[in-house]
């Protein structure tokens, strides 16, 4: 049967795309090897992060760097071995985390980031799925006074240009929101804006069920059999081939592999990260960041999930989850781990552009093929409102924001 999209992947970015076309009458199928939201969508920390105005720049002073380089510090991990691949890709990562370029990324992610409750919350109504969101944001904490002080002040700056809601709690002003903590901590930013789910890829799931109450075919099969036809695209699944006039690849970390077999040589690299679940320890009532470690803290359905930062690796490599048993023993000292649910953690990747900004647009040099990938550190957050973009593009409407800054023209 002819359908009039085919979108490739259905983790948060994808089945937020399938929602956005279906909305807009477009017959959609959703096209995944595996069932939706099993990918990187399920594994993040659950945060819709809508204070998240800044995206990660790449460290710009010799004493970050150094840090990096010396292995101090918890929230970056590098396989040196991979470095000589990925050079070209992160010189243009830093390049573009210069001042004036990152003033500009900042000022379009901000444009988009701000629509990410309002676009992700007549879905979660419309999915059923209101007992998987929290409502009282999360907290940043610290441990030294002089740290924390120039975090607020950044954080309430920050706040003030964008309209964001934060404060600043002191110890004891922490210990009586999470009592559960055994430290004496200098501070936390209490950002509470952001909407945090318990359980991220049931989140994914319920939407994906909403597509297909509304509509719409989620099929099983692989993107690599992606063709161009005569009229337009097709795929293989296990239902047999199926063929559109558009296709939208929403591929995430496998985005860079496709683009790159079409012909395309985008600046994509992953950001790996680990998570593992604990029960039996202390509980938390909201989400914690523990900026010393680099790790997120998240009470989920699973139980405690402890979230990592960023790991530099080749495709393939072996996981190296060095960060995450640091962060395991912080965690107990704070709390009171209780015992990990999973044998092995989680290993995921974050699907990064080296300008920070994701990539949602046509592809430059095929007709009636969609790029919607690169979201870095926030697709969870941006799948609808990015995918609102996208959908309007695709189907000839007035886009809600800019979509000059995102556009796949811009890496020709
Ligand atoms: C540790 C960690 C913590 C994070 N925390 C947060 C957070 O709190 N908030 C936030 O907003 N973001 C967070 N992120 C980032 C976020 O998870 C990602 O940006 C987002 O999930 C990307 O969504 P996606 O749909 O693009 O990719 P994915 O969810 O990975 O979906 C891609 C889909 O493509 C499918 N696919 C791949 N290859 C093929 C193929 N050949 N054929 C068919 N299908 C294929 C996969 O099966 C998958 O379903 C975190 C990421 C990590 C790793």
């Known amino acids: 049967m002819a359908s009039e999209v085919l979108v490739l992947g259905a983790g948060m ?15 959609v199928v959703l096209v995944d090897r595996r069932p939706p939201g099993r990918e990187t969508s399920y594994g993040n920390a659950g945060f819709i992060q809508r204070e998240a105005v800044q995206p990660y720049a790449f460290p710009r002073s010799w004493q970050a760097l150094w840090r990096v380089a010396t292995g101090q510090g918890n929230d970056v991990h590098v396989h040196w071995t991979a470095m000589p691949a990925l050079a070209g890709r992160l010189l243009r990562y830093w390049q573009a985390s210069a001042p004036t370029p990152y003033a500009n990324t900042c000022a379009a992610y901000a444009r988009l980031i701000a629509h990410c409750i309002a676009e992700h ?23 030294k006074p002089a740290l924390f002080d120039a975090a607020f002040r950044d954080a309430a700056r920050v706040a003030q240009a964008h309209g964001l809601d934060c404060a600043a709690l002191d110890g004891a002003q922490l210990i009586a929101l999470e009592p559960a903590l055994r430290e004496t901590l200098a501070g936390a930013i209490h950002w509470r804006d952001p909407w945090t789910i318990s359980d991220p890829g049931t989140l994914v799931e319920r939407y994906a069920a909403l597509f297909v109450q509304r509509g719409g075919r989620i099929a099983q099969g692989d993107a690599d059999s992606l063709r161009q036809t005569g009229l337009g695209w097709s795929v293989q699944t296990v239902d047999g081939a199926l063929e559109a006039e558009s296709a939208v690849l929403a591929l995430g970390p496998w985005a860079e592999a496709h683009t ?14 680990y998570h593992r679940h604990y029960q ?5 009532r909201r989400p914690m960041l523990d900026t010393d470690y680099g790790v997120v803290l998240t009470p989920m359905q699973r139980g405690l999930r402890l979230t990592t930062g960023a790991e530099f690796a080749a495709p393939g490599a072996p996981a190296t989850p ?15 781990l209780g015992q990990p649910v999973e044998a092995q953690p989680w ?6 552009c080296a300008d920070m900004l994701p990539i949602i647009g046509p592809a430059p040099r095929h007709q009636g093929l969609w790029f919607h990938f690169g979201h870095g550190h926030q697709g969870f957050t941006l799948g609808p409102a990015s995918a609102r973009l996208l959908a309007e593009r695709l189907c000839g409407q007035t886009p809600y924001v800019d979509p000059t800054p995102y556009d796949p023209a811009r890496f020709r």
């Open 260 to 273: 790159r077999r079409l012909g395309y040589r985008l600046p994509l690299f992953v950001k790996r990260g």
């Open 322 to 336: 060095v960060q995450l048993q640091v962060a395991e023993r912080a965690a107990d000292r704070l709390l009171g």
């Open 280 to 284: 039996g320890g202390a509980e938390l």
């Open 13 to 27: 970015v994808g089945v937020s795309t399938a929602l956005a076309l279906q909305q807009r009458g477009r017959q």
């Open 121 to 143: 919350e007549p879905l979660i109504a419309a999915a059923g799925a209101q007992d998987l969101v929290r409502k009282d944001g999360w907290l940043q904490f610290y441990r």
């Open 347 to 352: 290993l995921g990747a974050r699907p990064c």
